[in-house]
């Protein structure tokens, strides 16, 4: 079995400060992890990926998330937020061999100006 | 197509009515997953196409769901005698399957049973 936890309903930050929205999964065997972003009355958008490699990827928008095996997390973080980051943020698991994405409960990111 | 189309986009039925949501998935793209989100609560899955393989339908919630896949492509999500907890916005998906692609969704079909 395979979850997902997303600890924060919400997420408020300061325009400009750094914005992290934290993941801690479950998953037998080598994790496949996703973060995705729904802005409002939209559909998923996919911001990146852990595969392999790398423990720091890089994603659309300037996001970035650490893959730390240790403590089963993928958090995601940007250095510098805007208003316009301000949606509902969803992080994903699969096990290595498994095509079915099981989903967090998603965060809530408010940026204020 | 250039991303996953989803019709209708908003949906408003009277309880007991059937209702039929379609997906065209990305050209090229053999695998198809359909989504449930409801209101303030996370991805809910329903059901995987991949090809001509048996579909995997673990997470239809009740004998009132069913979806088919046309010559592995469009594909349609049917519910039938609908309720009011059937009230969601309804996800389709696409990607290529491979373990780790990326799986790339549509707008959603917005549905409010009344």
């Known amino acids: 079995a395979q979850s997902v936890a997303q600890p924060e309903d919400q997420v408020n930050v300061a325009e400009g400060n750094p914005l992290t929205v934290k993941c801690t999964y479950s998953v037998s065997g080598n994790p496949y992890l996703f973060w995705y972003v729904q802005y409002p009355n939209r559909g998923l958008q996919f911001l990146l990926k852990?595969?392999?490699?790398?423990?720091l990827v890089k994603g659309s928008y300037g996001f970035e998330a650490e893959f730390n095996k240790s403590q089963t997390s993928f958090h995601l973080k940007k250095p510098s937020a805007l208003v316009s980051d301000s949606a509902l943020y969803f992080c994903?698991?699969?096990?290595?061999?498994?095509?079915?994405?099981?989903f967090g409960a998603g965060t809530t990111v408010t940026v204020r100006a | 197509g250039a991303g996953v189309s989803q019709s209708p986009s908003n949906k408003v039925t009277e309880k007991g009515k059937d209702v039929e949501l379609r997906c065209d998935p990305i050209?090229?793209?053999?695998?198809l997953y359909w989504y449930r989100q409801s209101l303030g609560q996370g991805l809910e899955f329903l059901i995987y196409?991949?090809?001509?393989?048996?579909?995997?339908k673990s997470g239809l919630p009740s004998d009132r769901f069913s979806a088919e896949r046309t010559g592995g492509s469009v594909s349609t999500l049917t519910i039938q005698r609908t309720q009011q907890e059937d009230s969601a916005v309804y996800l389709c998906a696409s990607t290529r399957p491979r373990a780790g692609n990326t799986i790339y969704f549509g707008e959603g079909s917005w549905l409010t049973v009344v």
């Open positions: 050209s090229g793209h053999t695998a």
């Open positions: 196409f991949q090809g001509n393989s048996a579909p995997d």
């Open positions: 994903a698991v699969s096990q290595s061999n498994d095509y079915k994405l099981s």
């Open positions: 852990y595969i392999t490699g790398d423990n």
